[in-house]
C-alpha cells in the first residue's frame, strides 16, 4: 500500500492581497519545481506498537478507517506516524498525525491520491502555468486540517520519492508554493 501513497498559477489578481511568507506564487518566470525536501528516518510500526490515543484519533478522524499499516517518520526536529488504510466505503486514505513535544497526537493531514483530471481546474492552470510544466505521474490531495486548505502534491514521471510541485487551493484560489508545505 505504500506505493499508493508515496507522495501533488493563475496569476493573482492585482487587488488579492499579498501571499504568506515562504509561499508565495512567486514571478510567473519562476519555474514552480521544489528544492529537494529535508531527510526524513522513516521506521515502519506495528498496530500493537502504536502510541497510546494514535487509533482513537484516526477513528475521530476518518470515522469507520481500518488501519492496514503506520510508519513513524522523524523530520526537522519533528515525529510524525503517517497512518494508511481504508475508509468504511474501501476507498483508500492517508491520515498524518504530528507528535507534539509533550506528546499529544495531533491530525494535520487527510490524503488521497486522486486523477490529476479531477483536480480542480485552477489547479492545473497554476501549475501549467509554470515555465517547468509536467503532467504529473501522480496526485496527492491532501487536505490540511487546521487550516482547510488542500494542497496538491505533483509527482514528476519516474520521481516518486517526492512531489516536485505543490500547489495550494483555499477560498477558490490556486497558488503554487514556493517551499513545500510544513506538513
Not at 105 to 112: K, S, T
Not at 115 to 134: I, L, M, S, Y
Not at 137 to 144: A, C, D, G, L
Request: charged content about 25%.
Amino acid at each position: 500500500m505504500r506505493a499508493t501513497f508515496l507522495a501533488l498559477p493563475l496569476a493573482l489578481a492585482a487587488c488579492s492581497p499579498a501571499p504568506e511568507a515562504g509561499n508565495s506564487t512567486g514571478d510567473l518566470a519562476d519555474n514552480g519545481v521544489l528544492a529537494a525536501g529535508p531527510e526524513t528516518a522513516i521506521t515502519n510500526v506495528s498496530q500493537g506498537d502504536l502510541p497510546p490515543g494514535l487509533a482513537d484519533l484516526v477513528e475521530a478522524t476518518v470515522p469507520g478507517m481500518k488501519i492496514a499499516e503506520a510508519e513513524r517518520k522523524e523530520r526537522e526536529g519533528r515525529v510524525y506516524y503517517d497512518v494508511e488504510g481504508t475508509r468504511a466505503d474501501g476507498s483508500e486514505v492517508e491520515i498524518d498525525v504530528l507528535q507534539q513535544p509533550d506528546g499529544k497526537l495531533v491530525a494535520v493531514e487527510i490524503q488521497r491520491d486522486i486523477a490529476w483530471a479531477t483536480a480542480p481546474a485552477q489547479v492545473r492552470a497554476a501549475a501549467a502555468a509554470k515555465a517547468d510544466a509536467f503532467t504529473p505521474e501522480r496526485v496527492i490531495e491532501s487536505r490540511q486540517v487546521d487550516t482547510g486548505a488542500t494542497i496538491y502534491e505533483l509527482f514528476k514521471p519516474g520521481e516518486k520519492d517526492e512531489p516536485a510541485m505543490e500547489v495550494k487551493w483555499q477560498g477558490g484560489k490556486a497558488e503554487v508554493l514556493t517551499e513545500r508545505a510544513i506538513h
